[in-house]
């Protein structure tokens, strides 16, 4: 990942964490929508499992820089995930939510340099997470 990757990803993140609750609903309401097989996977409170998601995303793009710090915690995301019955393929389903969230949030900040740095980004993340599962 290239700085300006990095740093597209960040500035943007900051502006979707002002809107993290109505951000975490637009989420799971567009996962649901692109897959309702998934539901079931997500058995407590989705408020509070969106405040989850908040604030995993915001460890992981404050992380960036340090991938020594960011690795192991994706590896055991991953080990979590696949224990809760999340395959490779709803890696896929999730990224299309959440490029669909972020664009909803961003609005016309959400240009095509943002978008494409957001899924060389979660492009890595996912392999992390899907590769620690196995």
Known sequence: ????TIQLVQNSW???VAIGPQAAAL??????E????LKPLFKGDLQAQ??????????????LTELNVLVPVLQNLGKRHGGYGVQDS???????????????GLGNEFTQDV???WTNVYGVM???MKEAAK
């Open 1 to 4: 990942m290239d700085s300006s």
């Open 27 to 32: 989420f799971y309401q567009n996962l649901f």
């Open 115 to 117: 978008k494409i740095a």
């Open 90 to 104: 709803h890696y896929d389903t999730v990224g299309a939510a959440l490029l669909k969230t972020l664009g909803q």
């Open 14 to 16: 900051q502006k979707v």
């Open 126 to 128: 996912a392999d992390v």
């Open 34 to 37: 692109a897959d309702p097989a």
């Open 50 to 63: 969106g405040k989850k998601l908040i604030e995993m995303i915001s460890v992981a793009v404050n992380k």
